[in-house]
């Protein structure tokens, strides 16, 4: 089993900044693949970014580059997310997601934090 403490949702105005963190216990074993994905009220949930731990490999969507980036400390198996210039547009809820990647695990998700971009 995985848990799974994330932090850092808020509210804030356009322009201003975040960080998000998740950190996961349980059954964990490097190389693994953690990342934020979010969903706004009627739409899809979408990959944020990810990134696999020991490599430091990341991905991000295309309307989140060049404002965030997300990164790992693997000795304490948490991920962060720095969001700079928010958007109304990234107001939704953000998961956590973690899976092992040797040998290729089940998904885990994380409760979600809140993100709320409005003046």
């Known amino acids: 089993q995985v848990r799974f403490v994330e932090s850092g949702g808020g509210l804030v105005q356009p322009g201003e900044s975040l960080r998000l963190s998740c950190a996961v216990t349980?059954?964990?074993?490097?190389?693994?693949?953690m990342g934020w994905h979010r969903q706004a009220p009627g739409k899809q949930r979408e990959l944020v970014a990810n990134?696999?731990?020991?490599?430091?490999?990341?991905n991000y969507v295309d309307s989140v580059k060049g404002r965030f980036i997300i990164s790992t400390d693997n000795a304490r198996n948490t991920i962060y997310l720095q969001m700079n210039s928010l958007k109304p547009e990234d107001t939704a809820r953000y998961y956590c997601?973690?899976?092992?990647?040797?040998?290729?695990?089940?998904?885990?998700w994380g409760q979600g934090t809140q993100v709320t971009v409005s003046s």
């Open positions: 997601r973690f899976q092992s990647q040797r040998p290729l695990g089940p998904y885990y």
């Open positions: 990134i696999i731990s020991d490599s430091g490999v990341t």
């Open positions: 349980g059954a964990i074993r490097s190389p693994y693949l």
